[in-house]
């Protein structure tokens, strides 16, 4: 398989929307990611982070996802990125972004962003809270990681507001919120331009019922249950904030998800994606393929060269004027 993310050979049942599972190879969880939780800290108080993936789960494209929560006091200010692409939805409240390119704006729930590191970018993610009673902001981020001949391409940032992602019905109580891919016929084509071809589905169940999902032969897929409980396949019902991997067997191209007609509301997203043949090398906030350019990158940031020319002297209005210090990779 080329470096390069490439779009896999979709079978029939895609086209047809809804199938049953006798119609194609059902992939099955193949491992549970068990939630965990822990405060990401900048400086003595952080946003709560629940590690729904990490780069050691081996799920390439996919790095890492997040489910972050930022009551007030906290946030993500100043920091840069180089060699992937991050995707936040807004779950509630309101996530204010700013970058050194110049993109600015507060993020309303059910809004998506994707922002392309590529050569080096430095943002700032923070909570807004304009009244009194507003909410913790509540979000989930993926980390994807891009071919080595894109790595250093120029950054690049495109944001969709809640009513631009087009919505499939591919059963009576499911809804489904097409972020990028294709789910029941419907498609969002903006999937090429910051994803490279993965797909995200936002999948909401109201009531005990079944869909049929079908993913490209091949590609890595996993499945995050934000709220609820959910049945992948035969398998034993999997609950809130954890992350069902799924297997990728020749022949399979597709999964079939239930909600247990004992189970309330349900809300899960499903991720998938043709692997890249390349290493992951992660530093801190820069992802590269190989020791020598991760460092390269940390060096670079340090002086302000290669992408990151004007880090020195940008400052986001957002931040409060603070930066995130990473002095294990010596960024201080």
């Known amino acids: 398989m080329q470096a390069s993310l490439r779009r896999a050979s979709l079978p029939r049942a895609l086209s047809r929307g809804l199938a049953t599972a006798a119609e194609a190879s059902a992939s099955k969880i193949s491992r549970t ?17 629940h590690a729904a993936l990490r780069p050691s789960d081996k799920c390439s494209p996919f790095l890492l996802l997040d489910y972050a929560s930022m009551p007030r006091g906290t946030g993500f200010p100043d920091h840069p990125h180089r060699g992937l692409t991050t995707v936040s939805q807004i779950l509630q409240g309101q996530w204010a972004h700013e970058d050194f390119l110049g993109n600015a704006g507060t993020l309303q729930p059910g809004e998506v962003q994707w922002m392309t590191a590529g050569r080096g970018i430095v943002h700032a993610e923070m909570p807004v809270f304009e009244r009194p009673d507003a909410v913790d902001p509540l979000a989930l981020q993926l980390w994807v990681d891009i071919p080595t001949e894109h790595k250093m391409d120029p950054p690049s940032y495109l944001g969709i507001a809640a009513d631009e992602i087009p919505v499939a019905r591919p059963s009576e109580g499911i809804e489904v919120g097409v972020i990028s891919g294709e789910c029941d016929g419907v498609v ?3 999937r090429d331009v910051a994803l490279g071809g993965t797909w995200w589905l936002d999948i909401k169940f109201t009531k005990p019922a079944s869909m049929w999902q079908p993913i490209p032969e091949g590609w890595t897929a996993f499945i995050y249950v934000v709220d609820g409980v959910l049945q992948i396949h035969d398998g034993a019902p999997v609950d809130e904030q954890n992350t069902a991997i799924l297997t990728k067997d020749a022949g399979q191209n597709g999964v079939l998800l239930r909600l247990p007609a004992d189970a309330g509301p349900t809300r899960a997203a499903l991720f998938a994606g043709p692997p890249l043949d390349q290493v992951a090398f992660t530093r801190g906030p820069f992802v590269m393929t190989n020791k020598t350019d991760a460092y390269a990158a940390v060096d670079d940031f340090n002086a302000a060269r290669n992408g990151f020319e004007n880090a020195d002297s940008w400052q986001s209005k957002i931040g409060g004027g603070r930066k995130i210090r990473f002095p294990n990779i010596g960024i201080v």
């Open 33 to 49: 990611v068990q939630r965990t939780r822990w405060a990401e800290r900048v400086g003595d108080k952080g946003p709560v982070i």
């Open 188 to 190: 969002n084509a903006k």
